[in-house]
């Protein structure tokens, strides 16, 4: 707190042990704890109570109807050596997440990029046919029609009418396109509030920095984007960063409306199918739990890493 | 020192002629991606019966009509629940779940950036982490969660989650901290103005990007809300979920199905055009120091 303060109340902080001296602001303060708690008490009922009672969870066998046992560690042992399809789910989310969140991170930033120097005008018009996707609801769908499995479906089509292909190809249920056809699906439907962001960050730029660059020997674009740019906008790239990686790992909805459950072969079985799977449809709570608890600290853990790269842009 | 462009005595930014050509080509090529889908689903809904099974199909519609849009209605008045009743729920939860989420998110905003308390601090670094817990991964404990108090199978089930978004107030008081300047609050404050007071007069209106904002990120989310592992009746079943079981009728129903999508697409849409210099603005301030 300001000295101002504290020599209104005529108690100077020295006097008081750290304890007190909280005990004294808490008190003082009593409205801003009014202000936070009716937001702080849902945000811990349903975000935070939720991923600890997870991590309890992930050490029993509960299944919603019977009184728990403690298993320890017995979920996560059955996870990686028991499950196959649990290993398949893994090497999928990761396929998914490695391609789908670097490759919609870059896409966001370099479209914000490139229409930063349009005008007003044709720029809100491009942004919006970019995010347009990722707000519209079910319109993935229309992969669905476009790849559908007959041949109505536009790829079908044009492929046998040019001699491509002789028969449909049943897109959708063939475990060789399933998975790139969802990464495509994902990544057109990415460009969500990280691209919002990046627009945002780059207009706000000082441009008085963009000319003192030119003066001191900036040559092309390029250098721009890396001395100036960049080191500017780090901020919204952290935030951006922790937004693509949250929905890559968290991807699942999209397969499931395109390919079904499961989809064929598990060929685009990804961790989150698996913990629904058990979560929802077999009810094994405790085992699901463990599931959620790996993806968790998955999410943790790229996230620490990513925000380690970025913080090394424009060095 | 390199050399340097200048045009009337005004330093010129870097740029080639060929870089520029480039950066076009690149936005023509991803933009049609992104765009192609989507005007596919459009015509589809305005394609005659004829049209719809035309082979191979075509990027464009002859004789557009709108009976896909009247065939919707028809195909939704079959329902065991009447239509207005999936709408309802979906405008109904959206709207109280928005403005919940708008008084609560805000209200905490403000505390967390403009007052200094203890464990203030904290409970922001909280919020800012909990932007990786994806829904996914809460869903089961958060069905527990709810069992233990009741919501299961109520509007509330879907309406007090959406109450705190950690979006929300994430965007919320990153804006207040760069966007309210203390000295306007110090004179209120002075004036004898209560904190409550203060927040609610002064702070509120100087923040309407990030309201809106707020408000649209929270409608869309809602808006979208398919089937829900909370909600088991069919009357209180959502409107994309609806839509999604007339889509499911399979191909004879790709026209009307096209148009259901149109019909839901339309909305976000329209509010995100209406808004979309103002989500901008507060994007500007969403930035993760440290």
């Known amino acids: ?315 | 020192m390199a050399k340097l462009r200048t045009r009337k005595h005004k330093v010129v930014l870097a740029r080639s002629r060929g870089g520029d050509a480039g950066i076009t080509v690149m936005l023509v090529i991803m933009g049609a991606f992104m765009v192609l889908p989507m005007y596919y689903v459009i015509i589809q809904s305005l394609k005659p019966l004829d049209e719809l099974w035309m082979f191979p199909p075509r990027f464009y519609v002859s004789n557009p009509s709108f009976k896909n849009f009247k065939d919707l209605f028809t195909l939704m008045s079959g329902n065991l629940v009447p239509f207005s009743r999936y709408i309802f729920n979906t405008v109904f939860t959206s709207v109280a779940g928005t403005f919940g989420n708008l008084f609560f998110s805000s209200l905490a905003a403000y505390a967390m950036a403009k007052i200094k308390f203890p464990g203030g601090k904290g409970m922001f670094r909280l919020v800012r982490t909990s932007l990786m817990f994806h829904e996914t991964v809460t869903a089961i404990c958060c069905f527990i969660l709810m069992s233990a108090f009741q919501m299961i199978d109520t509007y509330w089930a879907i309406i007090v989650p959406a109450w705190a978004t950690s979006l929300g107030l994430y965007l919320m008081k990153q804006f207040m901290q760069t966007g309210i300047t203390d000295a306007v609050l110090e004179s209120a404050r002075l004036d004898g103005a209560s904190e409550l007071k203060t927040f609610w007069i002064i702070a509120m209106p100087m923040v309407k990007p990030a309201w809106l904002t707020l408000i649209i990120y929270s409608f869309q989310d809602l808006w979208n809300k398919g089937a829900s592992i909370y909600i088991h009746s069919e009357q209180l079943k959502s409107l994309n979920y609806a839509i999604q079981q007339i889509t499911a009728g399979g191909i004879k129903r790709a026209g009307a199905s096209a148009a259901a999508t149109v019909v839901m697409m339309l909305v976000p849409i329209l509010v995100f055009v209406i808004s979309q210099s103002n989500i901008i603005e507060t994007m500007g301030s969403s930035g993760m120091k440290d």
């Open chain 1, 1 to 315: 707190m300001s000295s101002k303060t504290a020599q209104k109340k005529a108690v100077a902080r020295k006097d008081m042990t750290r304890w007190q001296w909280t005990w004294k602001e808490m008190k003082r303060n009593k409205v801003a704890y009014l202000m936070v708690a009716p937001y702080m008490l849902i945000f811990t009922c349903f975000k935070i109570l939720p991923v600890l009672l997870s991590i309890v969870i992930s050490f029993t066998d509960f299944n919603l109807l019977q009184m728990p046992n403690i298993v320890w560690l017995d979920n996560y042992v059955r996870l990686f050596l028991d499950d196959d399809i649990f290993l398949i789910a893994a090497k999928n989310t990761l396929i998914f997440a490695a391609i789908v969140g670097p490759v919609s991170y870059l896409m966001s930033l370099m479209v914000a990029w490139f229409i930063n120097e349009l005008s007003p005008k044709i720029r809100a018009v491009v942004t919006l046919i970019f995010y347009a996707p990722s707000i519209s609801g079910q319109v993935y769908l229309v992969w669905g029609t476009l790849f559908s499995s007959d041949s109505y479906g536009w790829a079908n089509a044009w492929l046998v009418k040019l001699g491509i292909i002789s028969k449909e190809i049943a897109w959708f249920e063939d475990a060789d396109y399933v998975m790139p056809l969802c990464i495509v699906v994902a990544l057109w439907t990415s460009l969500g509030t990280a691209f919002l962001s990046f627009i945002a960050g780059l207009q706000g730029i000082d441009k008085a920095q963009y000319e003192a660059g030119a003066v001191d020997g900036i040559r092309n674009r390029w250098q721009e984007l890396w001395y100036i740019t960049l080191p500017n906008m780090k901020p919204q790239l952290m935030f951006g960063a922790v937004m693509a990686i949250t929905s890559s790992f968290g991807f699942g909805g999209v397969v499931t409306a395109l390919c079904g459950f499961p989809s064929v072969d598990y060929a685009a079985h990804t961790i989150v199918h698996h913990l629904e799977d058990y979560g929802s449809q077999r009810f094994e709570t405790g085992y699901s739990s463990a599931i959620a608890v790996v993806l968790f600290v998955v999410m943790i853990g790229s996230n620490a890493l990513v925000k380690k790269v970025i913080s090394k842009v424009g060095s």
